[in-house]
């Protein structure tokens, strides 16, 4: 998914993308923030476009 | 405006004794109760940047940057020393975790991009930690800024 869309897989790329997914079937004025968390140590938050 | 918030996690042990000099021995067992007597932490320290995304890279922050900034301006200063007799920067700060939020946002601040910093929480324990914002209250890193 991420290759042909010519995207790099870093998290932040990667939160926006469970965001659209999730938005598309929960709709988007429900999500307030989503946290993706790569190990431990590191973690990006998305509040929406 | 797009923005991420980027948390990063750290870790240091130090030592330290929690007395104010404006008390006396008694005061300062009262008030500080065990965390009057020295003792330690193995303390972690989250720091979170926010920043627009840079479509070239995929990145809303650098990462190598923010780690070497965090390790020379924060860990280098405190990981195994007694926080309350051998870091000449928190000389006259009583070392609760509220006071060395705040002071770990101000070593930071001026370190890293230009308002990039959104937040500084302190993990003393598995029970407490301590949050620093700025002048900022917490919420969505564009509306704040």
Redesign the interface.
């Known amino acids: 998914m991420f290759a042909a869309s010519g995207?790099?897989?870093?998290?932040?790329?990667l939160?926006?993308a469970i965001w659209e997914l999730l938005a598309a079937k929960i709709g988007a004025d429900r999500l307030y923030?989503l946290r993706l968390a790569e190990d431990?140590?590191?973690?990006?938050?998305?509040?929406?476009? | 405006v797009t923005a991420f918030a980027l948390t990063r996690r750290y870790h240091f042990s130090a030592g330290h004794q929690l007395a104010s000099p404006a008390l006396d021995d008694v005061e300062n067992a009262r008030v500080y109760g065990q965390c009057y007597r020295p003792h330690g932490h193995n303390y972690f320290v989250e720091v979170t940047v926010s920043g627009a995304l840079d479509p070239a890279t995929g990145f809303s922050a650098d990462l190598g940057e923010l780690d070497g900034v965090v390790q020379r301006v924060l860990l280098d200063r405190v990981d195994h020393y007694d926080l309350s007799s051998a870091v000449p920067e928190l000389d006259g700060v009583v070392t609760t975790g509220e006071n060395l939020a705040r002071t770990f946002w101000d070593w930071l601040a001026p370190a890293l991009p230009a308002g990039s910093l959104r937040r500084v929480a302190v993990v003393e324990t598995a029970k407490n930690t301590f949050e620093y914002f700025g002048d900022h209250p917490p919420g969505r890193p564009w509306e704040t800024r």
Not at chain 1, 7 to 13: G, L, M, P, V
Not at chain 1, 40 to 49: D, I, K, N
């Open positions: 995207q790099i897989a870093t998290t932040e790329n939160v926006r923030r431990p140590t590191l973690s990006v938050e998305y509040f929406g476009p």
